[in-house]
C-alpha cells in the first residue's frame, strides 16, 4: 500500500497492488476503482489490459466515465431517476439525459472508500448516508478485491437501516490487445445468455426478456464483436453498438459462466463467472478521445469494452425483473470473477 495522492480537501487516497505469479492488480480506495491488471499473452509479454490513468489527478476531474469503479448505490440506469418502495416515491438527480445513472452524478465512483488490506487483497468500505443522491436508508457497501493465482475476484455485499434499492457493479473497461493497443472490434465474445432484455430510445429496458436467437446479440457461440455491431437491428441502432443487458443463464446466486473473451492476436483470454442475474455488455460506443490514458493514447471509441455483472437496468420499476430491494436485517452478497489464461495466438 501507498498513499497515490490527495482529493481537493487533502483526503488521502491509497492504492494497492496485488500480484499472483504473473499476474499483478492495481486498485485505489477513490471509487474502489479496478486501476490496472497486468497479464502476459501467449508468448509471455505483459500488457496492461485495463483502462486507467497514472495518476490520480487525471480521475479526480469529475468526469471520466467510470474507469474501473465501483459504480452505486444503484450500477446502470433508473428511468427519470424515480422508483417507489413500499408506496413511498423518490427522485434521483437525472444525470444521463431523463434517467439516472450509476448512482446519479456524485456516486459511490466519486467517494473515497475505507481500505483495510485482507488476505490475498483489500477490501473497501463506504457509509452512504440516508438520503444520499436521494436514495432512502444509510446504506453500508463493501467491495472486496482478492487475487488468487489467475483469478481476480470481487465481493459485494451491503446492509441498510431502512428499505433501499441496491445494484452494485464494477465499471472496467478491458482491452486484451493492451490498453494503448488500438479498438477491441476483432475480441471474440461468447456469452452464457440466451435472453436480453431490450431497450427504449432512451436505453431503458422495456420490461420484455427477449431471446437472443436470430439478432445480432446472440453471443451464444463465440463471435467477433465488430462482426454485426453496424448491422440494421434497431438494438444496436438505438445503442449505437453493444450496450445491453443480457440474462445470465442458471441460477443467480450461484457462481457461473457468464462471458469469455478472446484476443485472437495476443492470445489472452478472459473468462467471467458471476452470481448476479445479469451482466451489461457495452463496446465502448461513447468513449469519445477525451481522455488520455496510459503511454498518451487517447480512449477513442471502442477501444475499450465492459461486462459489467448486475441486476437488471431500470429494476425498481419493473417488478417482473429480480428485485433490487434492500431491507434491513438483510445482507445483499453477491460476487464476480475475472480469470486470465492464454490461447494460441494468430
Given at each position: 500500500?501507498?498513499?497515490?495522492?490527495?482529493?481537493?480537501?487533502?483526503?488521502?487516497?491509497?492504492?494497492?497492488?496485488?500480484k499472483?505469479?504473473?499476474?499483478?492488480?492495481?486498485?485505489?480506495?477513490?471509487?474502489?476503482?479496478?486501476?490496472?491488471?497486468?497479464?502476459?499473452?501467449?508468448?509471455?509479454?505483459?500488457?496492461?489490459?485495463?483502462?486507467?490513468?497514472?495518476?490520480?489527478?487525471?480521475?479526480?476531474?469529475?468526469?471520466?466515465?467510470?474507469?474501473?469503479s465501483?459504480?452505486?448505490?444503484?450500477?446502470?440506469?433508473?428511468?427519470?431517476?424515480?422508483?417507489?418502495?413500499?408506496?413511498?416515491?423518490?427522485?434521483i438527480?437525472?444525470?444521463?439525459?431523463?434517467?439516472?445513472?450509476?448512482?446519479?452524478?456524485?456516486?459511490?465512483?466519486?467517494?473515497?472508500?475505507?481500505a483495510?488490506?485482507?488476505?490475498?487483497?483489500?477490501?473497501?468500505?463506504?457509509?452512504?448516508?440516508?438520503?444520499?443522491?436521494?436514495?432512502?436508508?444509510?446504506?453500508?457497501?463493501?467491495?472486496?478485491?482478492?487475487?488468487?493465482?489467475?483469478?481476480?475476484?470481487?465481493?459485494?455485499?451491503a446492509?441498510?437501516?431502512?428499505?433501499?434499492?441496491?445494484?452494485?457493479?464494477?465499471?472496467?473497461?478491458?482491452?486484451?490487445?493492451?490498453n494503448?493497443?488500438?479498438?477491441?472490434?476483432?475480441?471474440?465474445?461468447?456469452?452464457?445468455?440466451?435472453?436480453?432484455?431490450?431497450?427504449?430510445?432512451?436505453?431503458?429496458?422495456?420490461?420484455?426478456?427477449?431471446?437472443?436467437?436470430?439478432?445480432?446479440?446472440?453471443?451464444?457461440?463465440?463471435?467477433?464483436?465488430?462482426a454485426?455491431?453496424?448491422?440494421?437491428?434497431?438494438?444496436?441502432?438505438?445503442?449505437?453498438?453493444?450496450?445491453?443487458?443480457?440474462?445470465?443463464?442458471?441460477h443467480?446466486?450461484?457462481?457461473?459462466?457468464?462471458?469469455?473473451?478472446?484476443?485472437?492476436?495476443?492470445?489472452?483470454?478472459?473468462?467471467?463467472?458471476?452470481?448476479?442475474?445479469?451482466?451489461?455488455?457495452?463496446?465502448?460506443?461513447?468513449l469519445?478521445?477525451?481522455?488520455?490514458?496510459?503511454?498518451?493514447?487517447?480512449?477513442?471509441?471502442?477501444?475499450?469494452?465492459?461486462?459489467?455483472?448486475?441486476h437488471?437496468?431500470?429494476?425498481?420499476?419493473?417488478?417482473?425483473?429480480?428485485?433490487?430491494?434492500?431491507?434491513?436485517?438483510?445482507?445483499?452478497?453477491?460476487?464476480?470473477?475475472?480469470?486470465?489464461?492464454?490461447?494460441?495466438?494468430?
Open positions: 500500500m501507498s498513499i497515490w495522492g490527495h482529493t481537493a480537501d487533502g483526503t488521502a487516497v491509497p492504492i494497492f497492488t496485488l499472483s505469479g504473473q499476474i499483478e492488480v492495481r486498485v485505489t480506495a477513490y471509487g474502489a476503482k479496478l486501476v490496472s491488471v497486468r497479464t502476459p499473452d501467449s508468448s509471455g509479454k505483459v500488457a496492461d489490459i485495463v483502462l486507467g490513468f497514472d495518476s490520480l489527478e487525471s480521475y479526480l476531474n469529475g468526469k471520466e466515465p467510470h474507469l474501473g465501483i459504480v452505486g448505490r444503484f450500477g446502470n440506469r433508473i428511468a427519470r431517476g424515480e422508483f417507489v418502495i413500499d408506496g413511498n416515491r423518490y427522485q438527480p437525472v444525470n444521463n439525459g431523463p434517467n439516472a445513472l450509476h448512482g446519479g452524478p456524485v456516486g459511490f465512483d466519486k467517494k473515497v472508500w475505507q483495510q488490506e485482507v488476505p490475498n487483497g483489500v477490501e473497501f468500505t463506504l457509509v452512504s448516508p440516508d438520503g444520499d443522491m436521494g436514495f432512502p436508508g444509510k446504506l453500508t457497501a463493501k467491495g472486496r478485491y482478492t487475487l488468487t493465482g489467475n483469478t481476480l475476484r470481487i465481493d459485494y455485499s446492509t441498510t437501516d431502512k428499505p433501499t434499492v441496491v445494484n452494485l457493479t464494477n465499471h472496467a473497461y478491458f482491452n486484451l490487445h493492451g494503448d493497443q488500438g479498438v477491441i472490434l476483432d475480441h471474440v465474445l461468447e456469452l452464457s445468455a440466451d435472453r436480453f432484455t431490450p431497450v427504449d430510445a432512451n436505453l431503458i429496458p422495456t420490461g420484455v426478456m427477449a431471446p437472443v436467437a436470430g439478432t445480432p446479440l446472440d453471443f451464444r457461440k463465440p463471435a467477433v464483436i465488430g454485426r455491431i453496424n448491422d440494421d437491428y434497431d438494438q444496436l441502432k438505438l445503442a449505437c453498438g453493444y450496450d445491453h443487458n443480457f440474462v445470465v443463464n442458471g443467480a446466486g450461484v457462481l457461473r459462466p457468464a462471458a469469455t473473451v478472446t484476443d485472437p492476436v495476443s492470445g489472452r483470454r478472459m473468462t467471467v463467472e458471476t452470481t448476479e442475474p445479469g451482466m451489461q455488455f457495452y463496446s465502448g460506443n461513447f469519445d478521445g477525451t481522455f488520455t490514458g496510459r503511454h498518451g493514447v487517447k480512449f477513442e471509441r471502442r477501444t475499450g469494452f465492459c461486462l459489467e455483472t448486475q437488471f437496468p431500470d429494476s425498481p420499476n419493473h417488478p417482473d425483473f429480480p428485485s433490487t430491494v434492500l431491507r434491513p436485517g438483510d445482507t445483499l452478497h453477491s460476487a464476480t470473477t475475472f480469470s486470465f489464461s492464454t490461447t494460441n495466438a494468430g
